[in-house]
């Protein structure tokens, strides 16, 4: 049998990758994918965290919290990536670069008006 702190330690560590990527990438979409490595992360904590107190959970009569909560941040993460890609779509065609530090978000873009 697995050892409940085992996925919670494969959580923190994919955690923290996340968070290092989206604290060193330049790339936009390099960064999108760190903060969907942080999701699966939390994905991780809330589903070990159900099965690991699911006797006490069960006696209050709510069952499986952790996968409803779960597929809560999957559906998240799925409208998170499509409006993202979206916005680095547009921000390509605007200003031809997806390089986060490269861009003046202040200037407006040639052919604008």
Do not use: K, W
């Not at 955690?15 to 903060?35: D, I, K, T």
């Not at 998240?76 to 200003?95: K, M, P, W």
């Amino acid at each position: 049998m697995i050892r409940p702190v085992v996925p919670f330690v494969v959580a923190a560590l994919l955690f923290g990758l996340g968070v290092y990527g989206v604290l060193r990438r330049r790339n936009a979409v390099l960064v999108l994918m760190a903060v969907e490595l942080m999701l699966n992360a939390v994905n991780i904590v809330l589903v070990t965290a159900d099965t690991t107190v699911r006797a006490a959970v069960r006696d209050a009569g709510l069952t499986h919290t952790g996968g409803v909560f779960a597929l809560f941040v999957v559906v998240i993460a799925a409208a998170e990536v499509g409006v993202g890609l979206a916005v680095i779509l547009q921000l390509y065609r605007l200003r031809d670069t997806v390089v986060v530090d490269d861009l003046d978000l202040d200037a407006e873009p040639e052919g604008a008006r």
